[in-house]
């Protein structure tokens, strides 16, 4: 069983998305063990302090060294880690193919930083991984902690029924998806397209990748341009 580590200084942050959807169903079915760790009960300090005063200044607090390094040594003590995952908005950008290869590992750790940042010798000495989840800061690593433990749990195979479709679809991670109805087939006057009513499967799969090519040519020109670029690769290897 996968089994991911998150280390956070407001474990409560962490709390509720993995006690729901997908990620309750993965854990409950024995998928994936999720383990949040409270950064204040590795703290040395009387008052369980974890952050600190930058050293030349500039504001804010930097997460201490002191109560990182022994938190992750205890674990490492224990179970074998593959990486240790710091998000933080200056790191490379994380990507779907990130989430793919995360769920063929076998123990990760993220740590969430807080407040201004952490202190570098962490990011030096412990730090294996690091991602941004965009080009926008947030005031912590527990939303982007978050984003990555779903981007991955949906990808162990099995977690969900349809995780296998999900990594065999060729285009999956490069084109966006078509758009999707439910019953009924006439909300006030509003139509579901006949072909998806048709029941003829090619059919209707040609029109999701027609749908899934305009869509990501109007709103996306740059993964349309690496789409186009994918299939003349293929072309030109076949
Ligand atoms: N921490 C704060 N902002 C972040 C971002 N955009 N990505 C990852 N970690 C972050």
Redesign the pocket.
Known sequence: MMRIDLISAVPDVLRSPIEHSIIKRARDAGFVDIQIHDLRDYSTDKHRKVDDYPYGGGGGMVLSPQPVFDCIESLQGEHNYDEVV????D?PA?EQQDAVNFSMKKNIIILC?HYKGVDQRIRDSLVTKE???????????E???LVMVDSIVRLIPGAIGDAQSALSDSFQEILLGAPVYTRPADFRGMNVPEILQSGDHKKVEQWKHEQAIEKTKKVRPDLYENFIQEQQNQEWQQ
């Open positions: 710091f998000p933080t908005p790191a994380y930083g991602y941004s989840i965009g080009d926008y800061v947030l005031s912590g690593g939303l982007p902690a």
